[in-house]
């Protein structure tokens, strides 16, 4: 269990996100200001980090480690202590160990692979409005589009049956929340790294053009990689893939429905979708409490002494709201270029699967208003369930009509 550092007078996190599409409050004196001192539930001490170029300096410098199975390693809850310390795959190395398995996945998610995607992307798309449009209003936009356009593309990515993404959407679900226990999360993370080794087991028996059967004939069979090291980097992979980009459609959708003007201008201007695009992945940042370091050695950031041992949150939704970085920050704005946004992560720990996400996501918002110009919610916004539960923020459900 992680050692506290005397923090019991400070206020706890994670804050409470319960304003829907807004950031806690407490996060406006965190944008753009000096690290704030805040406790975990086992009254460690941490700092956010909410000042833009604090958090990309703090990520690329060696005094801070972003190794998860360290004992002082900051969590925001026990059950997801249960969860680090039993993370195998490069998300929770430092480097050199990093890189030698992120490099192992590089050649899958170039911008060209990526692009060579995007044809079936929109035909998969295309498919699931189409299927929207044959069940008629009101129909609910996270079960119809959010969840099985994702689904549908690690299918055809990553190589997994497509039967199985309930099954893979409920063990992400299940190992991201902040309300099960340790050992409900732990039993989840297990499951899918399981099943990650059985389908790897499956692949290496009868080889397809997929991730897993590429990676498996150029690493694993020349003995460079074991199979359970790959199937801790599949699992980390397929959670990555499905949950973050489902709860971004939905919440992107709502934030879009919610902002007349910029949907407008967006339809009026659809070459503008990538920078629409960027502009959501700032304004939302749907992963709440990421990038975690600690430090290994005191440090001072703009006046707050770090001493070795305390947990640091470069918190990227108070980052993309800095003031000095994105003028007018609170405002949503398609037309900014907020292509510098950090909801990606920043240094050796950014997002693998990026360009997979804003291909994914550029089709879905252009398609979506195109086929449905009349969107509309079908449910008051003050009923719609969002995910308060959860490292990934967003939607249960969204009702839509059209």
């Known amino acids: 269990m992680s050692s506290p550092s005397n923090g019991t007078d400070l206020p706890l996190f994670p804050f409470t996100r319960d304003r829907q599409l807004e950031l806690p409050r407490e996060y406006e004196q965190v944008s753009g200001g000096c690290p704030v001192p805040v406790r975990l539930w086992n009254d460690q001490r941490a700092w956010l980090i909410g000042n833009f170029d604090d958090f990309r300096s703090v990520l690329v410098d060696e005094r801070f480690s972003g190794?998860?199975?360290?004992?002082?390693?900051?969590?925001v809850t026990e059950a997801r202590e249960a969860i680090d310390k039993a993370e195998k795959s490069f998300v929770g190395m430092d480097n050199p160990r990093h890189d030698q398995y992120r490099r192992m996945l590089m050649k899958e998610f170039t911008a060209r692979r990526m692009l060579a995607l995007r044809p079936q992307i929109e035909a998969l798309t295309d498919d699931l409005l189409n299927a929207m449009e044959r069940q008629g209003p009101p129909c609910d936009l996270v079960l119809a589009l959010a969840v099985e356009l994702p689904a549908l593309v690690m299918c055809a990515l990553f190589g997994s049956p497509y039967e199985d993404h309930q099954y893979i959407a409920r063990l992400a679900a299940g190992r991201h929340g902040l309300t099960q226990s340790p050992e409900e999360a732990a039993a989840s993370a297990a499951e899918l790294v399981a099943y990650c080794a059985k389908l790897i087991a499956r692949k290496e028996a009868a080889p397809e053009d997929d991730m897993i059967s590429r990676v498996i004939?150029?690493?694993?069979?020349?003995g460079h990689l074991r199979r359970d090291e790959?199937?801790?980097?599949?699992?980390m992979i397929l959670r990555a893939g499905h949950d973050t980009t489902t709860n971004m459609i939905g919440l992107g959708t709502l934030t879009l429905l919610q902002h007349g003007d910029q949907l407008a201008r967006l339809k009026a201007e659809p070459q503008l979708v990538d920078s629409a695009v960027d502009e959501l992945l700032r304004y939302?940042?749907?992963v709440q409490f990421?990038?975690?370091r600690v430090a290994l050695e005191d440090a001072?950031?703009?006046?707050?002494?770090?001493?070795?041992g305390d947990g640091v949150f470069a918190v990227n939704?108070?980052?993309?709201?800095?003031?000095?970085?994105?003028?007018?920050p609170d405002k949503l704005d398609i037309g900014r270029d907020a292509s510098n946004h950090v909801a990606f992560g920043y240094g050796i720990h950014r997002c693998l699967g990026q360009g997979l996400a804003r291909i994914e996501l550029s089709v879905v918002f252009t398609r979506l208003f195109q086929r449905f110009p009349n969107l509309r919610l079908a449910e008051p916004y003050e009923a719609i369930a969002f995910k308060y539960d959860s490292q990934i923020y967003g939607l249960k459900k969204l009702m839509v009509a059209w």
């Open 290 to 292: 990421a990038p975690r």
């Open 230 to 235: 790959f199937a801790d980097m599949c699992s």
């Open 217 to 222: 004939q150029e690493w694993v069979v020349p």
């Open 300 to 308: 001072e950031i703009r006046g707050a002494h770090i001493r070795q």
């Open 317 to 328: 939704p108070a980052a993309n709201r800095d003031p000095a970085e994105f003028a007018e």
């Open 284 to 286: 939302l940042s749907p």
């Open 67 to 75: 190794q998860f199975a360290r004992d002082d390693f900051p969590c």
